[in-house]
Each structure stands twice: as C-alpha cells, then as structure tokens.
C-alpha cells in the first residue's frame, strides 16, 4: 500500500469548468472501466473482448478541428471470434454539453473514417501486401452526461428528409449509448461492477443533499461488499466521488458529504485527501482570477487607447462642437474590434456624416 503523502501527491487535479470530461477520460483510462462501460451498454461483446490486453491509441493522427472539438478516447483491443482474434477499436465520444447535438452521427462517422484513414496511411508506409489489408472494426459509444433528455437519433438518416429510393445511399452504422441521467439504476449496477455505482451517484450531481448522501451511502456500502474487488479499484472509485463532490457539490455541503465516504472505509484518510483536493482547487481558482484580471486589463488598456486615437484624429479634422457629439457614442461601444475597425474610417471619413455612418452601423 502506497503512503498516504505518495497517494495526495498523485490526485487527479481538474479546474471547475473541465470536470465532466477530464474526470470521465480519467475514469477510462483504467481498463477495469472501459470493461464496466462495456458490461453496461452490450454485455453481450464483453465475453469476446480480451480486457486486459486494452491499449489506448494516441490521438496524433487526428485533425486539428476535430482534436478542438472533441472529448474521446480510443482503444486497441483483441475481439475473439470462434478461433479467429482480430482487433477491434473501441471509440468513447465523452459528450457532456447542456443541449443535444443533431449531428452526432456526423461527428461518429468523421472521426471513424479518420482512424481508418490513419490505418491506410500505415499501409502504405509499411508496403502491407493489398491482399492484407483489412480496416479495423470500430465499435462506437457515446457516453453521455448532459441533464437535456437526449430524443435525436445518433443517425445519419435522422437528420435526412430521404426518398425511398435513395435510402441504400446513406451510410448506415450503430452507435452504443449511455445517458447517464436517464438510465435505470438496475441497469447501470447490473453486473455489480463499480463505474456503474459510480455513475448512480453521477445522476445525482444536481439533486438534493439528501438524495446525494444516500446515493453515495449505497455505493460505498456496495464497494465494501467487493470481497474480490482489488484495493487500487476503490481507491480510484473513492477518487472518484471525492472529486464529484467537490466540484458540483456547494461548498457548505463538502463536509457533511465527505464524512459519508469517511464512515464507509477505513482505507484511506478521506478527510486529508478532501482537504489537498479543496486546497488545489482553491489555487487554481486564484489563479484563474489572476489570469483573467490580466486579460481584462489589457482589453480595457486597447480599448482605451483605440478610442483616444480615433478621436485625436477627428479632432484634427472637424470642430471641437461636433467631435463631442460623437464621443458619447465611442464611448459606449465595449467591442475593441469594432473601435479598432473605426480607427482608420475616421481617418478616411470626409465629413462628419461619413464617420457618423460608420459609427452607427
């Protein structure tokens, strides 16, 4: 068992604002909880897929705009098939956002044909014979943790008007799919496994204090009944919930929500761990503040100096009169950009009518 100070100083640390998807990529990156994902949305696969042999695949191949935009994960594993192992690709889309996306097929079939671009690129840079060349088989879920109820079809074809006709043209492929919020607790623990306990307690991130203690009172008491679970599971699990509460629990509920864990396990010190967690977020809360009073600063500094210059050179060109009719307007425009554009129109302006319609449009 690691030290109590060797365990603190390798906590998860996410900022507020990224929590939803920086703690779920930092559940799946254990492969005991891409086996839970699995257990929960096809259990049905799980008997075929060789979990400790899981690799995650680097995202380096994949396009800027999408690298901007998305929040996955992916992974290599061995699929057996009667006596035959291939491999199989599992492709996570974490998707955390309040409003549904219509165009979630999209975004499942792009980045699908970028890793099976990726995979033809290898191809041809590793002179695989043409007779060998078999794309990857690539099962897709979306894991979804939003509080909107999800009602759009993960189809190309539910964002189509298609003519009988034409349907054959439309590529057609499933996509796994976990809300989380909407899902039955019964399905979620099925398999008793501890991500789907974890997630029980996820459905409650916004709900009442009382429905939050008792949710997480049933999953540690779950936890404890896991003679065979091993103790790095429930530590991460224990990780878990501590970060949960401290970053979408209010902060005169910390304590009490704590002490809930506290009384479950006598592994780990909680309190001491809650603690370091609260302290971390605390520093970078300031340091946030810091940043963004910087960047304020700055914009106001360029705003102001923008407005002075344009009306250094109205001043040069028209009356004193006129020039303090159009100042109040300057002044009250917030977009730096927009006075920035108006600099070189007041030096271009003829005539105070000019500016003025420049001013106002």
């Not at 400790?52 to 995202?59: E, F, M, T």
């Not at 796994?176 to 307690?201: I, S």
């Amino acid at each position: 068992m690691q030290t109590q100070e060797t365990e603190i100083q390798k906590l998860p640390h996410f900022t507020i604002e990224h929590f939803p998807d920086r703690s779920a990529k930092w559940l799946f990156q254990y492969k005991h909880n891409v086996q839970g994902l699995l257990e929960i949305v096809a259990s049905e696969l799980v008997i075929s897929i060789d979990f400790s042999r899981l690799v995650p695949l680097n995202r380096r191949f994949i396009s800027d705009t999408l690298q901007e935009q998305e929040s996955d994960m992916v992974f290599s594993v061995p699929f057996r098939r009667g006596s035959k192992t291939e491999e199989l690709l599992i492709y996570i889309l974490i998707e955390h956002q309040s409003t549904v996306d219509a165009t979630m097929g999209i975004r499942v079939l792009l980045y699908m044909t970028q890793l099976w671009e990726a995979q033809r690129r290898a191809w041809e840079s590793e002179g695989v014979p043409r007779s060998e060349r078999r794309l990857h088989l690539i099962l897709p879920i979306v894991f979804y943790t939003g509080e909107q109820r999800w009602n759009t079809p993960l189809t190309l074809a539910g964002i189509m008007d298609i003519p009988g006709e034409l349907s054959r043209f439309v590529p057609t492929f499933d996509t796994l799919f976990l809300n989380v919020k909407e899902t039955d607790e019964a399905r979620l623990t099925k398999t008793g496994h501890p991500l789907g306990w974890l997630l029980t307690v996820l459905q409650k991130e916004n709900a009442d204090k009382e429905a939050m203690q008792r949710a997480l009172a049933r999953a540690m008491s779950h936890f404890n009944t896991l003679d065979t679970l091993e103790a790095e599971q429930r530590q991460q699990a224990l990780i878990y919930l501590l970060l949960l509460i401290l970053h979408r629990r209010p902060a005169e509920e910390h304590e009490e929500l704590v002490t809930v864990i506290d009384r479950h396990t006598d592994e780990m010190e909680v309190k001491t761990m809650a603690q370091s967690m609260a302290e971390t977020l605390i520093e970078q809360g300031i340091e946030q503040g810091i940043e963004q009073g910087i960047e304020q600063g700055i914009e106001h500094e360029r705003r102001e100096s923008t407005i002075r210059h344009i009306l250094v050179v109205l001043k040069t060109k028209f009356s004193a009169d006129i020039v303090n009719v159009l100042t109040p307007a300057l002044e009250n425009i917030t977009d730096v950009e927009r006075l920035e554009r108006l600099l070189p129109a007041a030096v271009e302006a003829q005539n105070p009518e000019a500016f003025a319609r420049a001013l106002h449009e």
